[in-house]
């Protein structure tokens, strides 16, 4: 089955560092997204993405933050000058585009902020 | 503003009664709404969606949404301790996002 993978599970960054989250999203799904999830709190939105640029981001998703879509199958966060409050579990999504489409989610990349 | 409200539990039913969860949304514009389920430490799997107002029936699980009180609840019967997680309610827009709510705690007590 078809499956949204993501790399890597678990990093470590000391604070200021960049940090690049990686997702492979199902192959013919037009829809992309990032959300966070600060332990013990909501999933939040950060951003979408389709047809090659942002569609919507939220007010998390500042000048710290980008995304990229650099080839035919990766999907990129890049968190610019960590902060300790950017510790959180950042989970990618996939939705083939249907107006009632399901959001398929990764397993997460759970980030550490030192 | 996109708002999602659900009550924040814990909720806590005992093995084989009916569980009882509810969300709110703000946005009216909203199309789409999705109950997942979130084990902790994982990622969120969804358990079922529903867009016109009424009920829908998925084995154990049944949604409600009342488009005009701008409310969906999920009625889990038959609980089991396996059902024991978070569920979120989460809210479709036009642009095919989902805003999720803070999730409500169930605990299955055998």
């Known amino acids: 089955e078809p499956e949204v993978t993501q790399t890597p599970s678990h990093q470590v960054t000391q604070m200021g560092q960049e940090v690049i989250l990686r997702c492979v999203p199902i192959?013919?799904?037009?829809?992309f997204y990032w959300y966070r999830q600060i332990l013990g709190q909501k999933v939040e939105f950060l951003v979408s993405?389709?047809?090659?640029?942002?569609?919507?981001k939220s007010e998390i998703f500042d000048d710290q933050f980008s995304v990229e879509r650099p080839d035919g199958s990766n999907f990129t966060l890049k968190i610019r000058s960590t902060k300790l409050e950017d510790s959180a579990m950042y989970f990618c999504?996939?939705?083939?585009?249907?107006?009632?489409?399901?959001?398929?989610f990764g397993e997460g990349s759970r980030l550490t902020v030192l | 503003q996109k708002e999602v409200e659900q009550n924040s539990g814990p909720l806590s039913v005992p093995e084989g009664a009916i569980a009882s969860l509810n969300c709110t949304y703000s946005?009216?514009?909203?199309?789409?709404f999705f109950w997942y389920r979130q084990y902790s430490g994982k990622s969120p799997e969804l358990i079922m969606f529903?867009?016109?107002?009424g009920d829908k029936e998925d084995g154990r699980f049944t949604a409600q949404l009342n488009k005009a009180s701008q409310y969906v609840s999920l009625l889990i019967r038959d609980s089991q301790p396996s059902d024991s997680a978070t569920y979120l309610c989460?809210?479709?827009?036009?642009?095919?996002?989902?805003?999720f709510g803070t999730g409500t705690r169930l605990t299955v007590i055998p």
């Open positions: 999504a996939s939705n083939a585009g249907q107006l009632t489409g399901e959001l398929f």
């Open positions: 192959s013919n799904h037009l829809y």
């Open positions: 993405f389709y047809n090659n640029e942002i569609s919507e």
């Open positions: 946005d009216r514009g909203s199309q789409s």
């Open positions: 529903i867009y016109s107002n």
């Open positions: 989460a809210v479709q827009t036009g642009a095919n996002n989902l805003f």
